[in-house]
């Protein structure tokens, strides 16, 4: 029935009204924290990203436990080693530090849910995500056992999720192979399925060191113009046995995050990456918006849009502002 006798705002009238026919519920719960773990002592500001830092295992050990009081039940790691090489051997050696930190968080915290990052750039001097050639391009097949190394050295220190992030093609079927020969069959993939080519990323090769020497990475990231390819990509990612799916950046890709959401029906996670947030924090800084009110209402929609898991630099502050009151 048309106005007057249906009127919408009738039930946005309280609080509690509101809350009662929430359609999109936010929760610490559906939150992973990123984390930046470095072979030096101490911690280290990100200057791009206020109130990210460089951690050293034990710091991140303190850090994941309070993800976990205030109710996050998984980190996501990346990894600064102490040295690099053309192949990125840091990020499948026995003694990396992603596998030291793994190992600590899993001795510290066994609930935690560690997401172990699955990609070569912040362990090789060039940056790039593969091996490259004699040309100097990054060579797909013969990075793919590179991945699915790294994959099982992870899965070996105790990681919970491998989450291949370098968008070679037949990488989650390499590294899903891999696993299930080395008896880790019940250890999921979480494949960052629709990985664009973004502007948003820039912070983040702050934070890891990870810009390329040459070149960059649009022959393997996906073009931000491309829709249908990001449900090309997602198809195959299942196909190739992938458990969860991922849409990285967030927010200039909800349409896609819903798109491939209604056409696979998988659990989906979205990376809120480190540009968005930095944009945030510094609009906050200078006083132009409320920095809890945006964080959160972004957080919702990227919820709204289709994402099960929100990867978000903000997930500890938006824990604590989603704590019920006392």
Not at 82 to 96: Q, V
Not at 226 to 242: F, I
Not at 310 to 317: E, L, P, Q, R
């Amino acid at each position: 029935m048309a106005f007057p006798a249906t009127r919408l705002r009738r039930l946005r009238a309280t609080p509690a009204l509101r809350g009662l026919v929430r359609e999109t519920q936010l929760s610490a719960g559906d939150l992973v924290m990123p984390y930046f773990v470095h072979a030096e002592p101490g911690r280290l500001a990100i200057g791009a990203m206020p109130g990210v830092e460089r951690l050293d295992v034990d710091a991140l050990v303190a850090e994941a436990g309070e993800c976990l009081d205030l109710g996050v039940p998984a980190v996501l790691l990346f990894g600064l080693p102490a040295s690099k090489d053309p192949e990125g051997s840091g990020a499948w050696a026995e003694d990396g530090i992603v596998q030291q930190a793994i190992r600590a968080l899993k001795a510290a915290h066994p609930e935690l849910i560690v997401i172990a990052d699955l990609c070569l750039c912040e362990y090789t001097d060039h940056g790039h995500c593969g091996l490259l050639t004699a040309a100097g391009a990054v060579d797909n097949d013969s990075s793919l056992e590179l991945l699915a190394r790294t994959a099982v050295a992870q899965a070996r220190a105790g990681a919970d999720i491998i989450a291949p992030s370098d968008m070679m093609d037949g990488r989650v079927g390499a590294i899903r192979e891999a696993l299930d020969r080395e008896g880790f069959t019940d250890t999921p993939v979480m494949a960052y399925s629709a990985k664009f080519a973004s502007a948003f990323y820039g912070p983040f090769r702050e934070a890891v060191d990870s810009t390329p020497a040459h070149g960059d990475r649009r022959g393997y990231q996906m073009d931000p113009a491309n829709g249908d390819e990001a449900l090309r990509e997602a198809a195959l990612d299942v196909e190739e046995g992938a458990d969860i799916l991922m849409v990285k950046p967030a927010l200039p890709y909800l349409d896609v995050l819903w798109r491939i959401k209604q056409r696979s029906g998988m659990p989906l996670a979205a990376y809120n990456v480190s540009g968005e947030y930095a944009m945030v924090k510094a609009a906050a800084a200078a006083g132009h918006i409320d920095e809890r009110g945006v964080v959160l209402e972004t957080l919702t929609s990227i919820r709204r849009a289709g994402a099960d898991i929100v990867i978000t630099y903000h997930a500890k502050d938006a824990a604590r502002w989603l704590a019920p009151t006392q």
